[in-house]
C-alpha cells in the first residue's frame, strides 16, 4: 500500500546521498586530476554507512527491511534509495508520488566555492552528468542540474548540456551573480533560456544561503551541536536567517526587471521555509507604495511587486509548518509539498504532519499544495506519473 493514499502528489524537493565516486565518471578529462573525489582523501563516516548500504545488494531479507516503510525508515545514506536509481523507483512506487525534484546533498561543493572558474565550470558539468543519469531510468525522477552564474557564456552553455541530458529545473545560488545584480541585463540569455524552455529556476538551500555572522558565534559558550548532532549543518540562529537570501534574490528580479522581460519565467524557493513569505508579499507592495513615487524603477513596473512572485514562484514549507495558516493568508498558489527524503529533516511522516495543518483547508486548495502548484511550476515535465 503506497504512502500517499487517495492523492496524487509531486514531491518538490528529494536528495541523492552522493558516494564518493560520484562524479568520477562524468568529469571532463581535462579536469580529472582537479575535480577532486567526494568527502575528502581519507575514509570517513560516511564511507562506512555506504559500504554498509551497498553490502544490503542483493540480500532479499536486508532489502525488504530497508524498504518496509521507507519514509519512517533509516534516513542519509544508509536510506533505501539514497544513492542507487533501481532503489530509488521502487522507493517512488512505495510513496506513490507521480514525480520527485532531486537535488544533491554535497555532490556540487567544487562548483560552489574556489577561485578556478575553469574547475568551478567542470565539477558543475560533471554532477548535472551524474545527476541526469540518476534519473535516466524513470521519468519520475527530475534531476536537478547547478550552474554558477558568474559567467554567461560558460553558464548558458552548462544549462543547455543539462537540459539536454535530461535535467528538468536548474538550480542557482541565491546570490549575486559573480560581481552582477542575477537581474542584471548581461544575465537575461540565461532568463530567456529557462523561459523559452519552460524550465524553471530553483534557489534551494546551500549555495548562497545566508548564515549567522561569526561575530555572534563569539558568545562566551562552546558552540552547540547541530540538528543531527555533528558540526556542519545549519543551528538555530542560522535557521533565522534561511530566508533573506531568497528574499534578496527575488527582490533583485523584480527590481531588476526580469519577471517584467520574462513573463513565462519560473521557479521555486526549495527547503527555506515558506512561514515568511505572506509577510514577504506584503512588505514588498508595502516598499513600492513608499518608493514609488521618486524611482522610476518602480514606476516602470508592469505589476505590484507581489504579483510578479504570485504569478512566478513557488515556495516549499518545512514539514511542521503551519500550511494552513499561510494558505488562509497568502492563497493556495504558492505552497507545494515535499518529502525532503532521504534528509532526516523531511521527518518520518511528512504527509501527516502537513495534513494535520490543513484540516479546514478545502480539497480543492489541498489539491494545489500537492499536485497543480507543482504542475504549474513545472510544465509538461511533472505529469509523467499521473
Keep these: 500500500m503506497a ?29 580529472a586530476d582537479k575535480v577532486r573525489q567526494l568527502y575528502g582523501p581519507e575514509p570517513g563516516r560516511i564511507d562506512k554507512l555506504l559500504e554498509s548500504a551497498k553490502a544490503r545488494k542483493g540480500d532479499a531479507e536486508a532489502e525488504a527491511k530497508a524498504r518496509e516503510n521507507a519514509i519512517a525508515g533509516e534516513k ?8 542507487d536509481p533501481a532503489e530509488r523507483t521502487k522507493v517512488l512506487d512505495d510513496l506513490g508520488f507521480a514525480s520527485q525534484l532531486v537535488f ?33 531510468k524513470d521519468k519520475r525522477l527530475i534531476g536537478v542540474a547547478y550552474v554558477p552564474l558568474d559567467d554567461v557564456t560558460l553558464a548558458l ?62 558568545n562566551g559558550r562552546p558552540r552547540a551541536p547541530d540538528l543531527h548532532g555533528g558540526g556542519e549543518n545549519l543551528r538555530f540562529a542560522d535557521y533565522m536567517m534561511l530566508w533573506y537570501a531568497p528574499q534578496v534574490f527575488l527582490t533583485a528580479l523584480i527590481y531588476d526587471g526580469v519577471f517584467m522581460r520574462f513573463p513565462n519565467l519560473r521557479g521555486g524557493v526549495i527547503e527555506s521555509g515558506a512561514g ?13 507604495k513608499n518608493f514609488n513615487r521618486t524611482d522610476p524603477y518602480l514606476q516602470a513596473l508592469d505589476m505590484m511587486p507581489s504579483q510578479y512572485i504570485r504569478r512566478a514562484v513557488k ?24 518529502s525532503d527524503y532521504p534528509h532526516p529533516e523531511g521527518t518520518k511522516d511528512p504527509f501527516g504532519k502537513f495534513e494535520r495543518t490543513l484540516t479546514d483547508i478545502t480539497e480543492a486548495d489541498k489539491d494545489k499544495f500537492y499536485r497543480t502548484n507543482f504542475e504549474q511550476m513545472m510544465g509538461a515535465r511533472a505529469l509523467v506519473g499521473v
Design 3 to 31: 504512502y500517499m493514499q487517495g492523492r496524487v502528489a509531486h514531491d518538490a524537493d528529494s536528495h541523492v546521498m552522493e558516494t564518493r565516486e560520484w562524479l568520477d565518471r562524468f568529469v571532463d578529462k581535462e579536469y
Design 76 to 83: 542519509g545514506w544508509r536510506a533505501y534509495g539514497a544513492f
Design 104 to 136: 544533491p546533498t554535497g555532490g556540487i561543493g567544487q562548483a560552489t566555492r574556489g577561485k578556478d572558474i575553469n574547475v568551478r565550470y567542470a565539477a558543475s558539468r560533471a554532477y548535472n552528468r551524474a545527476i541526469a543519469d540518476f534519473g535516466s
Design 157 to 218: 552553455e552548462g544549462i543547455k548540456e543539462a537540459l539536454a541530458d535530461g535535467c528538468g529545473a536548474v538550480m542557482i545560488a541565491a546570490e549575486a551573480a559573480g560581481e552582477r545584480s542575477p537581474g542584471h541585463p548581461e544575465l537575461d540569455p540565461i532568463w530567456n533560456e529557462l523561459s523559452e524552455r519552460n524550465i524553471p529556476f530553483m534557489l534551494h538551500i546551500g549555495p548562497g544561503t545566508k548564515t549567522q555572522p561569526m561575530p555572534y558565534r563569539n
Design 276 to 288: 515568511w513569505v505572506p509577510d514577504f508579499l506584503r512588505q514588498l507592495d508595502f516598499a513600492h
Design 315 to 338: 515556495f516549499t514549507p518545512f514539514q511542521g509548518e503551519d500550511v494552513g495558516h499561510m494558505i488562509r493568508d497568502a492563497g493556495a498558489d504558492l505552497f507545494l509539498f515535499s
